[in-house]
């Protein structure tokens, strides 16, 4: 008889993971989140602190009462699809059902296309700092990251950064406007050259749009009109205030969503049923919940620039998208240090470098939080910042 095994030890010889997971690093900022207590003032996390829309809230409840909990299409229910693609005919009128899946969150929505359009050994072209997941799933299809610079102040993808970058094995490029992390947003130019490249070069675009309708200055270019050569990805996460909600989209040519259907089939058969009937009894006002949040975000991002402004040694251009603010900073200490200073101070926010080599000597706070909140973080910020 074996004696009593013990489960709490890690790693265990026989579950072990896979190279592939085993190349990718877990999220550095975890230690971090591990310090926080409740009277911490949260600006790490990027998500709306208003709750989704009443109509979503009730479309749920009634579409549970209903029925509608079994397995559904793998694309997506119709209504939703054709919803979705209606709400989008602000960037290319000819949208249709066909041209859009729903996915269970935009990060799926991303993992998915990487694990459908990249074989080994691909090179796929992401921005640097750029989201943190953009690495790691091309790392899990097999490819192979290539980092880009963006421009310095604005944040736009530096288009000689990303001609250099260009070889045999390049298939893909990453985009992001508005950014997280920095806020950055694309101008029609920069959005004309990366479509001109992707036409004369042969690649595709994978553009992750899920801040599209936070601008609050100029407007946003998206890839939508180039389905020929484009993917976008969005997400109800932040437009409809439901981070934990996991519901997403992606819009291409019906041939690349049949592709991601496909994929999408075997990573989770359909996403989920409910939900999806909430969010479509949702859409109709959905216009109407942004003018009530996005107006409340601009206020904030004002009062945490004029913040960041007066803090000597901190230094940033005003965001113009996304909900972040990504300051750079001027002492000699890594943003993972002086991240973790703020933290016991009783200030989260997410250090610059697990964005990519290019966010050190940065933080990113995310002003999707109250004017309060915001206020007591930055008196925070003020008092460590005195200190280095
Ligand atoms: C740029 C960007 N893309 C995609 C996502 C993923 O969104 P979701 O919460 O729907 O997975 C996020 C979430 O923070 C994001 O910031």
Redesign the pocket.
């Known amino acids: 008889m074996m004696g009593k095994l013990d489960i709490t030890a890690l790693p265990s010889p026989t579950v072990r993971p896979s190279q592939r997971l085993d190349s990718v690093p877990l999220s550095g900022i975890r230690k971090l989140f591990d310090l926080v207590t409740p009277e911490t003032v949260n600006l790490g996390i990027?998500e709306p602190d208003f709750q989704p829309p009443a109509e979503a809230l009730e479309g749920l409840s009634q579409a549970c009462k209903k029925g509608h909990n079994k397995y559904g299409p793998t694309n997506g229910i119709p209504p939703l699809r054709k919803a979705v693609a209606e709400y989008s005919q602000r960037y290319n009128a000819d949208l249709e059902e066909g041209n859009v899946i729903i996915t269970p969150?935009?990060?799926?929505a991303?993992m998915t296309i990487m694990q459908a359009f990249v074989d080994p050994g691909d090179e796929i072209l992401m921005p640097n700092p750029g989201?943190v997941v953009y690495k790691p799933h091309i790392m899990l299809a097999g490819g192979v990251p290539v980092e880009y610079s963006l421009t310095p102040g604005d944040f736009e993808p530096q288009i000689e950064s990303i001609m250099e970058s260009i070889g045999p094995r390049t298939k893909a490029i990453v985009v992001?406007s508005p950014s997280?992390p920095t806020g950055g947003v694309i101008s029609a130019e920069t959005r004309r050259a990366l479509g001109d490249i992707a036409k004369d070069k042969g690649l595709m675009i994978i553009s992750?749009e899920?801040?599209d309708r936070f601008i609050y200055e100029g407007e946003h270019h998206s890839f939508l009109d180039q389905l020929e050569d484009c993917i976008v990805?969005n997400?109800f996460?932040k437009s409809m205030a439901a981070?934990g909600w996991?519901m997403?989209y992606a819009i291409s040519n019906t041939g690349a969503i049949d592709e991601m259907g496909k994929m999408q089939y075997h990573m989770t058969a359909c996403p989920n049923t409910p939900m999806q009937f909430g969010l479509l009894n949702a859409m109709p006002t959905i216009e109407r919940f942004l003018q009530e949040m996005v107006p409340v975000f601009d206020k904030r991002r004002k009062l945490i620039a004029k913040r960041i402004d007066a803090i000597p040694g901190f230094e940033m251009q005003m965001p113009k998208g996304s909900f972040y603010a990504f300051p750079s900073y001027d002492a000699e200490i890594s943003s993972g240090d002086l991240a973790m200073m703020l933290v016991k101070d009783g200030l989260v926010c997410t250090p610059g470098s697990a964005f990519g080599s290019a966010g050190e000597g940065h933080l990113r706070f995310s002003y999707a939080n109250s004017e309060e909140n915001i206020e007591k973080g930055m008196d925070i910020l003020e008092r460590v910042a005195a200190k280095l």
């Open positions: 990027g969150s935009g990060t799926s991303l989201f992001n997280n992750d899920v801040y990805v997400a996460s981070t996991r997403g």
